[in-house]
């Protein structure tokens, strides 16, 4: 039961990972897409009459049609990023499979709609539920169906990429055998499809109808979720479900169907029709309370309540969590601050974000995209002109920032709780040189000691990171020195159970993870 246990984590915490590459890169594409909608927005040219030449214009549409590429193509994203990222070895065949499997499931499904004669019509695909993907007629399953097909093709790569097929077959051994192993499965896949797809379309619009049927509730049972799965790493899997699935909302939009509160409010911002709140109410505007005001203010009163003398050391650590999250929505580096000095204060925090995006719903704000920082403000807010109601954000944002610095500035006295700048001298960092310390206070981290924290590397069995932490599966926990690593500059150590570790470093945790690599 153990092991089964470290597999739920290890697979889980690692999907949720693998999210992050086609979002980021949906979020870049997004900012294109917002740049070139809002300079070719009528109320845009009203203010700015400038931007109404002819070349200009030109280079502004050509922004929003590349924007456009990720919102297009999500689901084969999914299906090549999931197995890329979970894959240990051979990367890039894995990605390769992800692609080859999704093809064959959708040549597969229409295979069996035409042998059914159950294709539709091209007037009436949206009635039947079916759709265009990548020039074959197929059930439109949006990106659930990029998921499914990342995650078998993930599982089909852990258990055949080192095969060793009889000599005559050698050549398609190996690793060259999960493309081919994956164009047979993902063909009896394709078959199946279609006589159970209903099921999963129920599944999703139960959870669905379970968020949008909560009316005002719906956007604070949200962002409540997602800050509250957050240090599990889970949280992607409910975000996307929302933005991209039936379960954040369907809509028309020029006479298409479309579903997912993110794929929603795309649609409407490249055929410049007016935003739906419905779908913004999921969005960047419900998170921008709490990461534009709420943990700069928490910042604040750390950095006011925080000893004299250690005041200009925490500085530059608060800094640059308040720019990671006003300017690009990242917020780890100040959350996992207080998450483990005061799971309360965390808690606290959970609740006031669910509630900005209650508060932004009910006052039919309409500001779209991910990320929830000034960038999407300006672009996605104030260059769409006032009918967003971005000035609103101001005035409930500075209503936040009061409520975070005093209920933080609060319980950190009251509770002397030992945010940065206010920990008692820990004794075990008599071991260490001033030499390494002053590594870490220049934000540099010492590579071979945090190694050696983690048991040496004999006891990784696996390392990857996510925006802000080293997350790892060991051999044997007993040898990770939790201590070691904090005096080293980690933020904190999440022990999810025997084998799966998570290491809060920060920002800069890609750097700390390629130096470990090659000290493996």
């Not at 009918?387 to 319980?411: N, P, S």
């Amino acid at each position: 039961m153990k092991k089964n246990k470290g597999s739920f984590w290890e697979f889980f915490q690692g999907l949720g990972k693998t999210f992050m590459l086609p979002v980021a890169l949906l979020a870049f594409m997004g900012l294109m897409l917002g740049i070139g909608s809002s300079f070719t927005s009528a109320t845009t040219l009203e203010i700015m009459p400038f931007l109404a030449n002819e070349y200009l214009q030109v280079f502004f549409r050509f922004l929003s049609t590349i924007g456009g590429f990720a919102f297009t193509y999500l689901p084969v994203l999914f299906a090549m990023a999931i197995p890329l990222g979970l894959a240990r070895y051979d990367k890039g065949v894995a990605a390769f499979s992800g692609l080859v499997g999704y093809i064959i499931m959708n040549l597969s499904i229409n295979f069996y709609l035409s042998e059914a004669n159950l294709l539709a019509e091209p007037e009436l695909l949206r009635e039947a539920g079916q759709g265009m993907v990548m020039g074959i007629q197929t059930i439109e399953m949006g990106v659930l169906g990029g998921i499914i097909v990342g995650i078998i093709v993930s599982s089909l790569h852990k258990r055949f990429s080192e095969i060793q097929l009889p000599d005559a077959f050698a050549f398609f051994g190996g690793a060259r055998f999960v493309p081919i192993i994956t164009s047979l499965v993902l063909s009896i896949v394709g078959l199946l499809l279609p006589m159970i797809w209903p099921i999963f379309g129920a599944a999703i619009t139960g959870i669905g109808n379970l968020i949008q049927g909560a009316g005002v509730f719906g956007p604070f049972l949200f962002g409540a979720g997602e800050r509250l799965l957050l240090p599990t790493g889970l949280h992607h899997i409910l975000v996307s479900m929302i933005r991209f699935t039936e379960a954040g909302g369907t809509q028309i939009v020029d006479g298409n169907t479309v579903s997912g509160a993110l794929n929603i409010f795309y649609a409407q911002l490249q055929q410049g029709l007016p935003i739906s709140a419905d779908a913004t109410a999921f969005l960047s505007q419900g998170k921008m309370p709490t990461f534009m005001f709420g943990l700069p203010a928490a910042a604040l009163a750390m950095y006011k309540t925080a000893k004299p003398e250690k005041r200009s050391a925490v500085k530059g650590l608060l800094i640059s969590g308040v720019l990671a999250t006003f300017v690009t929505g990242i917020t780890e580096p100040i959350e996992f601050l207080f998450l483990f000095v005061s799971p309360l204060l965390y808690l606290f925090h959970v609740v006031m974000t669910g509630l900005g995006f209650m508060v932004m719903a009910l006052l039919s704000v309409k500001i779209g995209n991910t990320d929830g920082g000034i960038l999407d403000f300006l672009i996605f807010g104030v260059l769409q002109g006032n009918q967003t109601k971005w000035y609103l954000v101001l005035i409930v944002g500075a209503l936040w920032f009061a409520i975070y610095y005093f209920v933080f500035k609060y319980a950190i006295e009251r509770f002397n709780l030992k945010t940065p700048g206010r920990e008692l001298t820990n004794g075990d960092t008599t071991d260490y040189s001033q030499e390494e310390l002053g590594h870490k206070k220049k934000g540099q981290y010492d590579a071979p000691a945090i190694m050696a924290a983690l048991g040496g590397a004999d006891n990784i069995a696996s390392l990857d990171n996510c925006v802000t932490r080293l997350r790892l599966v060991v051999n044997d926990m007993s040898k990770v020195d939790e201590d070691v690593l904090k005096a080293n500059g980690a933020l904190g150590v999440m022990k999810l159970d025997e084998k799966n570790l998570q290491v809060i470093i920060g920002m800069q945790v890609a750097s700390l993870k390629n130096q470990l690599e090659r000290l493996i």
